[in-house]
Structures are given as structure tokens and as C-alpha cells.
């Protein structure tokens, strides 16, 4: 499905709001690795990642968040994904050397490891048992990494835990997608109704073909249409459908910019796309999830790019609330984000560059809420406009208007007495207009210009 102007309307946070980025801790000096997930534990927030340093608190491989400071959680090896099942925290974690690694569970005062551990045999620094995700499935914790072997059981990509020891799924995930490094990376797994799905650079699973998503329905392994030409990262269920955000350009003879929307048969481009100003910047997404009935996008990218053409200015985070895109006052420049959570009044962010770590607050004020509460009292229209704009405002028949683009730039002004308003030498796009009444009074709409 391919939205038109009429369709679809995008209110940006930044347009008519102070700015509401805190940043809690940054850099090298007071983070010395990249933050990768959040999670809550037994009502407080933990983080993991790449780091042992955290706001200047030197920590394990993860640490957890009492509002103001953090503490220490022993994790012997770099982390990548948490969740808790059955009361207790399970950590997937990364391990650069070739040698065993482990799914640690954490109980909130020790740390033990599942089971016999992964290997990846092979050679190289591509065969590092690494592990990218846990989760819950069918009454059975789920593991999903690059390893081919677990103790002496040839595993590969995926296991199960029986109560005793870790199972195969069908075969398990093989195979890379072409022109990627050997590495199966089954990045994120997602447990919708009776099915479990892992997505990652794998291109079998149990013998099917599937590139880089495969849905396991408790018996066999199948396909979602021709999966993707490049890696996946993160699967999400958002208004009754999945999405799949990654690096990948194509699913089949469908352009879809690192991020796209399953439509029964299909993954379709859900009206938009990302990039990088830069053409040398690595573009991906990496997180989706829905937290306050949004379905949040973090990763490397700059840009939101809509299936029209309109290029949206943005810093590695956006969120879909099924009509608009929310760009949080333009995001955070030159980092990638990857850990989301709801905090107390907004969101809290995590990411980083390379060897070092970046941890940030987004906290809404309520002139961010004014959109929406006060779109009543003005109409617009024809909306999509092209030579004229006729306006019906609760503010009476004159006031002070502004049209800002995107970005919050005032592309149009002046003052309005009930006439309409020429808006002929506008480019096409999407637009805010504001009126200021004389008495003070602020009134909002969406505008789409053709």
C-alpha cells in the first residue's frame, strides 16, 4: 500500500515545542561502550551493552538505573538483549574470542549460566559464539546466535531449553544472504500467537529458503514471501501487522528503505523509508518496539524518506502512530540509538559510536500536546491544497499566520483578516500552520500542499 498526500499527515514535536532532549551521560570519559538494550527487572531499569563504564560509573557488562545513578550487575561478557522470564533476567551475550559462551540468567543478587555452552567452529573472527537474543516461546526459553554447536549437540543458529538441556528447532538456521559476510547473526526473535520468528543474515531454516526471516509454527520452519536481500535486525507486531526494520533496499521486486510492513503475501514499503544524508554512512535500523501504542524505529540513519519523495530530516529514533511521524525535536546527530524503555514522563535512550556510549531523557511538554487538543477549533481547507487555502479558525476572522516546512522553518507569513491565503509558490509537501490570534490564543493544523 502506498499512501498519498491526502493519507497521511505528520505532526513534528520539534515545530511547536521547546527542546526536550536531556542528556544524561556521554562520550568516552563517562561511557565507555555502546548502550544496546533496556529492560525492567523487579520494577528498576537495566541496561547492557558494550561497556563496563556507564555516566562515569564503572560497571560490569550491565548495570541497573535507580533514577539517578547507576550500579553494578556482573555479567561476564559484553551484553546485547535481556528479558525475563519466569522471574529471573535472562542476558544474551556477546563473546569475542573463540572459545564458549553462555545464556546467563541473573536473579538479582547472582549471576548463572544455562545449560552447556555455544561454540562456533570454524575459525576466524567471524566464528565467535555470539548470542543476540532470548526470549519466551511456547513454554520454553529460546536462544538465538552464531554458533553451530552446543556441548556436543550440533546446534545451529537457534535452541530451545527442555528443563535440562538445550534442544535443536527443526534443524535450526544455515546459509548467509549473498554478499554478506559469513555470520548468520539471528538478531532478534518475536513470539506472535502461536508462532516464534527470528530474523537476522541467515538464508535457511530448517533446509527452507527464507532470507533473513523465518516463522517456526511449533513443527516446521517457512518463509515470509522472498524475505529480504540484506540483513534483518528487528521484528515487531504494531496495529495488527509485523514489520521488519534493517539494512536491506528489496523483498523481491519491492523497494523497501531498511524498513517494511508485511501485507499478507508481501513486505511493502509502509509509505516510507531511510537513509543517510551521507551515502557513506551505514544506514539500518536496529529496535522496533511499540511502547504507548506507537511503534518506535532506532538505528543509523538521518533521514525519513516518504514513498513520494519528501525527505524528513530526523536523528536515528522516529515513531508511527498509525497516521504520523513523531521525530522527537529532530532526534540526536551523529549517533546511532538502539535501547528504548518508557521512563516516568517520556522515553530514555541508548547508543553510542564506536567505544563509547550515549544515554539521553526525551520528556514531552504539553505545548506537544496542544496539536491535537486544539485542531477542533481550526479547519483548513482545500487539504491538499495547490493555489489557495481557505481557513475557519475559532479565533475569529483575523490573526497573525505562519507556515513552517518540516524542519520548523517559516516558509510563509503574514496576517490574516478571513481572506484566503495564496500558497501557490510553495513546494510540495507537508506543512504546520499556526495562527497567533490577538488575544493570545494558539491555534494548529496540518497542511499538505501539492
Known sequence: MRFTPALVAFTLFATHTHAQWTTLCSGTSDNNGFIVDFEYFQDTLYATGLFTKICGETVGHAAKWDGSNWYSVDIPHDGHAMEEIDGVLHFATYQFANDSNFVWRYYGDFVSALGEGVFNEGGGTSYTPNLYDVIEYDGQIVASGDFNRVGDKDISGIMRWNGTEWDSLGGGLSGY???????????????????????????????????????????????????????????????????????????????????????????????????????????????????????????????????????????????????????????????????????????????????????????????????HEIQQDIRVFPNPATDVLY????????????????????????????????????????????????????????????
Open 391 to 450: 481557513i475557519r479558525a475559532s479565533a475569529g476572522t483575523q490573526a497573525s499566520y505562519r507556515i513552517t516546512d518540516l524542519t520548523g522553518k517559516t516558509v510563509l507569513c503574514g496576517y490574516w483578516n478571513g481572506q484566503p491565503v495564496d500558497v501557490h509558490n510553495l513546494t510540495s509537501g507537508y506543512y504546520m500552520l499556526e495562527l497567533a490570534a490577538d488575544s493570545g490564543e494558539l491555534l494548529h493544523s496540518r497542511l499538505v500542499v501539492q
Open 177 to 371: 544472504l549473498p554478499g554478506a559476510p559469513p555470520i548468520l547473526y539471528p538478531h532478534k526473535m518475536l513470539v506472535d500467537g502461536p508462532d516464534l520468528w527470528v530474523c537476522g543474515n541467515f538464508s535457511h531454516a530448517g533446509g527452507v529458503e527464507v532470507n533473513g526471516i523465518a516463522g517456526w509454527n511449533g513443527t516446521n520452519w517457512y518463509s515470509a514471501g522472498p524475505g529480504f536481500d540484506q540483513a534483518v535486525y528487528g521484528i515487531a507486531v504494531y496495529d495488527g501487522s509485523m514489520w521488519a526494520g534493517g539494512q536491506f533496499t528489496t523483498s523481491g521486486a519491492n523497494e523497501v528503505a531498511s524498513i517494511a510492513r508485511w501485507n499478507v503475501s508481501q513486505w511493502q514499503s509502509p509509505g516510507f523509508g531511510f537513509a543517510s544524508a551521507d551515502p557513506f554512512d551505514f544506514t539500518y535500523v536496529h529496535t522496533l518496539k511499540v511502547i504507548d501504542d506507537m511503534l518506535f524505529m532506532a538505528g543509523g540513519f538521518d533521514q525519513v524518506i516518504l514513498d513520494d519523495g519528501t525527505i524528513i530530516p530526523c536523528g536515528s529514533v522516529v515513531a508511527w502512530d498509525g497516521d504520523s511521524l513523531y521525530t522527537f525535536d529532530g532526534g540526536v546527530t551523529d549517533k546511532d540509538l538502539e535501547a528504548i524503555e518508557k521512563i516516568p514522563g517520556g522515553y530514555l535512550f541508548g547508543g553510542g559510536l564506536y567505544g563509547q556510549g550515549y544515554v539521553a531523557e526525551w520528556l514531552p511538554v504539553d505545548t506537544s500536546v496542544a496539536i
